[in-house]
């Protein structure tokens, strides 16, 4: 009996010890639902639901089906969820189906998503923010529901890869901007829902889609309605600002049509042309008879244009000949020209689309590193233009004048080094910022390669980037045109005084860098080919109302100023920035945007400047005196800006510290790229949400905490 009992006990231990090596679930997508059911307050109604990992193949939990080993659904609508969705959804490899629409869920999407899901659905939730880029990388998705959210700022250009998608609905939304022009490429796109949003501009970019269902009501869409739209058997328009009347017609200049050779051209005779006996007796008959007063008026009116475009054509050859030679002439008279002036500093409003305080890198990089993927180098490397498209709007030189008060002192916003910033009101209310370009910082060559650079700054299109929306080349100046931005710098926010960088609270730092992350994310590693910043600084990132930032100053470097006249003041300028490659050999990597985004960090947490001439001199230089720190709890406590007045929890410093020490790394090749550095901030922010949650016990903070609950719930991305 004893035997029994014994053979028993050791059997039930055996069969315990081998239960885990038989779960049916694979281990990551196990976790990645238990970090779900955490950032969901652990709801009480999921039957199976763990929060410890478990089997949730094997245990059937609620919801979620299953293929061999890995997560291939997850279907929860109506569940009375609540909470955020973790950061760990894009470990779930296998799952192509994740509705989870009519739920209470809030903050933003996360912005690593499952890659492979083929229907999404998470409409009729509380989320802002904007829609996350990875969006883009899903290459299978087939169903796109994001409507009745809170969803914010421009629809990016994140639709071209996305050839499956059938239905997109984002309506009841608070979307703005203009309609990327990557919604044009959804070829299998049958379904649009956008209605009730504040997207703005014209409609053109959907004209070429085969939809059978378009619902663009109560926008602010303006223009002509595209006659394809007729074609859609269910559209939906009304609540727009569409212009009445038919749209115009074709640009009226147009090149005169060929002339007809007196011999017939040898192709096959089409159905409406006249036999050839026919057309040999009328030539004869118009011999002797004449022509009508109607041919006789076309063939004068013809003969007419053609001789008018033809010396037109050699009037405007003859201009730009004579142009060239003016410019290289008139070269050393720009230098005191009416543009003697540096970059500025901008401000602008909720979506990005203005520019900042930017200096911009001053030693001449190796032509690979150029913006203008446009150009075309000849044998002999002479660089000639090609037509590019230019999104943004043209100004003349008097509407910008007006604007801006012959951009007199008062309306003076910032400058650095490749001109000054004006503010501009124009008469309709709209308040811009408009960039100077100083003639004196460009070399010829990069005056006539100014509107590829335009072409490409037209063309980014991110949340955390301020886009360009208008140029000026007109009488010899060059302008940009960027929407203002009400808060200003971060540098002014940080360093102005120290009850302005008050308002900078711990939670809106760490969302500040988050989305600076983005945008260099963005630049790097979404933008092909890489583009480089150059010139990161906290001057050139500019807030918004709610502080959320964007990054301003992007592809300028394309117009890197003359190296003989700038490189003495305006690269020791930006020196505190600056990665160690960069100050020894002039090279420019995306790796050295890394480090500027390291020292940007560095003010965020300690409030002090990269350079610092008034402090003693082993503190004069923030990378110095605050790395070796960066790993001692203590010191670090010690380093944080007074004006946080100790609220900020203790794990999340030390995190963000943990980033900062990765980013300023002297070795380039140590340093991590944006994508890896924006997942760690995205963590950082999802445990300080999490942690937040918990009781008072288990938070951890060995400072003082706001007592406000929203101070770290509201950063739950």
């Known amino acids: 009996m004893e035997a029994l009992a014994a053979a028993f006990a050791t059997g039930l231990v055996l069969a315990l010890a081998a239960a885990p090596a038989g779960a049916e679930t694979d281990p990551d997508d196990a976790a990645a639902l238990a970090n779900l059911y955490t950032s969901w307050n652990s709801p009480s109604q999921l039957a199976g639901w763990s929060a410890s990992g478990g089997d949730p193949c094997g245990a059937a939990w609620q919801g979620v089906a299953c293929s061999g080993a890995g997560v291939t659904e997850i279907k929860l609508p109506g569940t009375g969820l609540d909470g955020s969705l973790g950061y760990e959804l894009s470990n779930l490899f296998s799952l192509k189906t994740l509705d989870l629409s009519n739920n209470n869920l809030h903050g933003s999407i996360p912005y690593q998503l499952p890659p492979n899901l083929t229907n999404l659905n998470l409409g009729s939730n509380n989320f802002n923010g904007n829609l996350p880029y990875s969006i883009s990388n899903m290459a299978s998705i087939e169903y796109l529901n994001l409507s009745h959210n809170s969803i914010s700022q421009q629809l990016g250009d994140i639709f071209g890869s996305l050839n499956s998608l059938s239905d997109l609905d984002v309506s009841f939304n608070k979307l703005t901007g203009d309609l990327p022009n990557s919604i044009g490429s959804l070829s299998n796109l049958s379904s649009l829902y956008m209605q009730n949003n504040q997207l703005t501009g014209s409609v053109n970019v959907l004209r070429g889609l085969s939809l059978t269902t378009l619902n663009i009501a109560n926008n602010n869409f303006s223009g002509w309605i595209p006659k394809e739209f007729s074609s859609i058997p269910d559209v939906t328009l009304e609540g727009n600002s569409f212009a009445n009347g038919p749209a115009p017609p074709p640009p009226p200049f147009m090149p005169p049509p060929p002339q007809r050779p007196r011999n017939r051209p040898k192709h ?33 009116a013809g003969s007419i244009v053609a001789v008018l475009c033809v010396f037109l054509l050699l009037l405007c050859c003859m201009c730009n000949a004579q142009k060239r030679t003016d410019d290289a002439s008139s070269e050393s008279k720009d230098f005191g020209g009416p543009l003697t002036v540096n970059i500025e500093r901008a401000s602008s409003r909720e979506i990005p689309e203005q520019m900042d305080d930017t200096s911009i890198a001053t030693v001449k990089l190796p032509p690979a590193e150029k913006m203008t993927p446009e150009r075309v180098y000849g044998k002999n490397g002479s660089v000639r233009k090609t037509k590019v498209p230019i999104t943004a ?30 503010k501009a009101d124009f008469p309709n209310g709209k308040v811009l910022a408009v960039k100077k370009i100083d003639s004196a910082a460009l070399s010829l060559q990069e005056e006539d390669n100014f509107l590829e650079a335009v072409s490409s700054m037209s063309r980014l299109r991110h949340p955390n980037i301020v886009p360009l929306t208008g140029y000026c080349v007109e009488h010899g100046q060059r302008l940009l045109v960027y929407e203002y931005i009400v808060n200003g710098t971060l540098h002014d926010m940080l360093h102005f005084s120290v009850e302005i960088s008050r308002k900078l609270t711990w939670n809106i730092r760490v969302r500040i860098a988050l989305g600076t992350a983005r945008a260099l994310e963005y630049l790097h590693e979404v933008c092909m080919p890489s583009l480089v910043h150059r010139n990161l600084k906290s001057s050139n990132i500019l807030l918004d109302e709610e502080h959320n930032p964007h990054l301003s100053d992007c592809g300028l470097a394309a117009l890197t100023p003359n190296t003989e006249r700038q490189v003495s003041t305006e690269v020791f300028g930006s020196f505190g920035y600056s990665a160690p490659e960069f100050a ?53 406590a010690r380093m944080v800006d007074p004006a946080l007045n100790g609220m900020y929890p203790a794990k999340s410093l030390s995190r963000f510290a943990d980033v900062i020490a990765l980013c300023v790394q002297p070795e380039p090749e140590f340093r991590p790229p944006m994508s890896e550095v924006v997942q760690q901030l995205v963590r950082l922010m999802q445990r300080a949400s999490i942690v937040r949650r918990q009781s008072g ?18 950063i739950s991305f």
């Open 268 to 300: 096959p005779q089409g159905p409406g042309d006249a036999p050839k006996g026919s057309e040999s007796h009328t030539v004869q008959s118009n011999k002797k008879q004449g022509l009508g007063t109607g041919p006789l008026v076309g063939i004068i």
């Open 697 to 714: 016990e288990e938070l951890g903070f060995s400072y003082r905490v706001p007592e406000r609950e929203g101070d770290l719930r509201d």
């Open 393 to 422: 709007t043209p100004y003349t030189v008097a509407s910008l004048q007006v604007a801006t008060n012959s951009f007199c002192q008062d309306s003076l916003l910032g400058e650095g080094s490749l001109g000054r910033v004006y």
């Open 584 to 636: 020894m050999s002039g090279i420019y990597t995306v790796k050295s945007d890394v480090y500027s985004f390291g020292v940007v960090m560095l003010e965020l947490l300690t409030g002090r400047k990269p350079l610092d001439s008034s402090r003693e001199r082993s503190e004069q230089s923030l990378v110095r005196w605050a790395t070796p720190q960066l790993h001692d709890i203590d010191a670090l």
